[in-house]
């Protein structure tokens, strides 16, 4: 079975209170040697986060700028210039959150960081409530799972289970996470969807087709094409 962020999930989290004062939030980011962190609210709802980069508009964008400095970017500066305002957490944080529940699938995590650009996300329960952070390399880490555990699911779950193959008429080979798999199957069909089931193997990195059927409209015959 895959797994999901809550096995992957630091849970020790770093996160301030939505009430939390501009320096708390500097000194909390420097004792916890941290960039960002989630803001909530006292139920622990996640309510969005804090960064570096929020708390530098301070410098960046002054309160107080030209009205010509802010005309290019009009919508965008008058934002920047609120948040540079800000001296809470609630008031600093960008929002919404961009989060992930605890069950969901670790490749789920994946895609959301690569489409939403964020290099980590607050780990929410099922009432919304922050239970843990993972980060990039939080999501990596399954592709530190041995080659023989990899080896073992493509045999037993995929060739046996899922495909009712037999696995000794294939030769499966995993070396750093990537799999070849050689052998032979009855329509192209079924060699497409297997590798493709077995791209989609825990800690795979790449799989190498070796996987060969018969020529359309040539039937197969024991031992023959």
């Known amino acids: 079975m895959n797994s999901t962020v809550k096995d992957v999930m630091t849970r020790s989290v770093v996160a301030v209170h939505e009430t939390a004062d501009y320096k708390d939030i500097v000194t909390v980011m420097r004792r916890r040697r941290v960039s960002a962190f989630p803001v909530v609210d006292s139920a622990g709802h ?67 960081m690569y489409e939403r650009r964020v290099k980590r996300l607050p780990v929410v329960d099922d009432m919304d409530r922050l239970v843990g952070i993972v980060s990039r390399v939080d999501v990596l880490s399954v592709f530190a799972r041995p080659d023989d555990q990899i080896r073992d699911e493509v045999v037993k779950k995929i060739l046996v289970d899922e495909f009712a193959l037999e696995p000794n008429a294939f030769d499966v080979i995993v070396t750093s996470g990537i799999v070849t798999i050689t052998g032979q199957v009855e329509r192209d069909a079924v060699a497409s969807h297997l590798i493709e089931a077995v791209r989609h193997v825990e800690g795979v990195v790449d799989v190498r087709d070796r996987v060969s059927y018969p020529p359309d409209g040539v039937p197969k015959i024991a031992g023959l094409l």
């Open 46 to 112: 996640v309510l969005g986060v804090v960064s570096e980069a929020d708390l530098l508009l301070k410098e960046a964008a002054p309160v107080g700028s030209s009205a010509a400095s802010v005309r290019p970017w009009a919508g965008r500066r008058r934002r920047e210039q609120v948040k540079a305002a800000g001296v809470t957490a609630g008031e600093l944080m960008s929002k919404p959150a961009v989060t992930i529940n605890r069950d969901a699938p670790v490749a789920e995590a994946a895609r959301l």
